[in-house]
């Protein structure tokens, strides 16, 4: 699959310049998710909310995807990375947000399905299994999306005792 020409990607080879990773941090912090409380919040926004911040999230080698819409705006932002557990690899996605006027609309399916062909592109050349996982508070009505797109409950995070794992087969 061709990444479609409105989104881009970019990891620790390809980083943006410093003016798109502010428009990242600027997106992430407008479309963080209503029910994660302050302390979270900030402790997020720590990880996303610089020019700085974007780019040590590249350097740690995340992968960030984002979908222009209207006049190049970003529209949708996905963030993911590989991470190796007990022999299976799963390709964890750490962030998906979609622009809070835009949504119901298909950007976040079509942001996921590239992070599908990235992630599909990992099990070239490696013998362990490979998975998607994701881990979402319990009580974000994207579980709803995510149920769509093939996600299904795994487990409780040994973590955070408000959020569960969410995993698809690759
Ligand atoms: C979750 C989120 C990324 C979904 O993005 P989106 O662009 O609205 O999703 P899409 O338009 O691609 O939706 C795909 C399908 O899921 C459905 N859907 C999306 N959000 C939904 C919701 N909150 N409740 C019920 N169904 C939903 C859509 O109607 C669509 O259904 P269809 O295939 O039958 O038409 C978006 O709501 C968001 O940014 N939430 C805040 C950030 C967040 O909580 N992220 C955590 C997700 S890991």
Known sequence: MEIPPNIESYDRDNVPDPALAWQMAE???????????????????EKHGSVDAIL?????????????????????????????????????????????????QGVGRSLHDVFVEQATQIKQGVTEPVALRLSVHKNNTA??????IGYT??????????????????
């Open 27 to 45: 997106f992430f912090a407008a479309n963080y998710p209503d029910m994660h409380d302050p302390l979270e919040r900030a402790q997020d926004l």
């Open 56 to 104: 040590e999230r590249l350097r740690e080698e995340y992968f960030i995807l984002i979908q222009r819409g209207f006049q190049g705006r970003i529209a949708g932002l996905l963030e993911w990375k590989p991470i190796r557990v007990e022999g299976i690899i799963y390709a964890e996605l750490t962030w998906l947000m979609t622009d809070s006027a835009l949504r119901e």
């Open 143 to 148: 579980r709803t999306f995510l149920r769509k």
């Open 153 to 170: 409950q795994w487990s409780q995070s040994p973590t955070n005792r408000k959020k569960i794992f969410m995993g698809r087969e690759l």
